[in-house]
């Protein structure tokens, strides 16, 4: 074959991938938590069982939003100064967690340098092809992943395990002490998302630094 028809072609492909890729600049994301234990006393994870997490896109800007039993932990990633807000409601009990993109990194710490392989299997999950993924930390443990390349966020830090994908992932493992957790996601909407979502609140919250909440066990 002619060396200028085989660039034709190479271009016709990539061009039809990159036409179906969808960049996700605003909508959201519904996970379902579905806990995996072998603990004897199961409370702790009986409370997330059957949680639903939330992710909220505007540009740079996302909002996740972890709902149980115990309460409600959201996240508001500021993508263009990297500063993150973690508000913990549970019962009468409301922190506000300020942390700088320092913070959020060390905190985020056990995923810096994860690698990822990727397997030739599939399967669709809330309307979208997913790819399997074997993400491995730099301890030797490993997670399953499940992301589709037609979802492209501007910024995937309020997933930092996976936010070096080629993609969005849309059903993932982590860790809840010694339970497995699969988040799994139900529905994603593309309808547009209140600025508001992202407000960061005046009052009602007992404010703390990052190293002051570690300090206090929050």
Same mark, same amino acid.
């Given at each position: 074959m002619h060396k200028r028809s085989i660039l034709l072609i190479s271009f016709f492909f990539f061009f039809i991938q990159a036409f179906s890729q969808k960049n996700f600049s605003e909508g959201s994301i519904v996970y379902n938590v579905i806990v995996n234990t072998n603990d004897p006393n199961p409370k702790l994870a009986d409370g997330f069982d059957g949680a *639903?997490? *939330?992710?909220?896109?505007?540009?740079?800007?996302?909002?996740? @939003?972890?709902?149980? &039993?115990?309460? *409600?932990?959201?996240?508001?990633?500021?993508?263009? *100064?990297?500063? &993150? @807000?973690?508000?913990k409601e549970y019962g009468d009990k409301k922190y506000m967690i300020s942390m700088t993109p320092a913070d959020w990194t060390e905190a985020n710490q056990k995923y810096d340098s994860v690698t990822f392989t990727y397997e030739n299997e599939y399967k669709t999950i809330a309307g979208y092809n997913c790819q399997k993924a074997i993400g491995k930390l730099k301890n030797g443990e490993t997670f399953i992943v499940y992301f589709t390349s037609d979802l492209l966020p501007e910024n995937q830090n309020f997933q930092y395990s996976n936010k070096n994908l080629p993609g969005l992932a849309l059903e993932y493992e982590s860790n809840l002490g010694k339970n497995k957790v699969i988040f799994s996601a139900s529905k994603i909407s593309f309808d547009p998302v209140p600025a508001s979502k992202f407000d960061i609140p005046k009052t009602g919250f007992r404010v703390m630094t990052y190293q002051e909440s570690k300090r206090a066990g929050k």
């Open positions: *639903t997490n *939330t992710i909220y896109i505007k540009g740079k800007f996302s909002r996740s @939003e972890l709902v149980s &039993v115990f309460g *409600t932990q959201s996240t508001i990633i500021d993508g263009k *100064t990297g500063n &993150v @807000e973690v508000l």
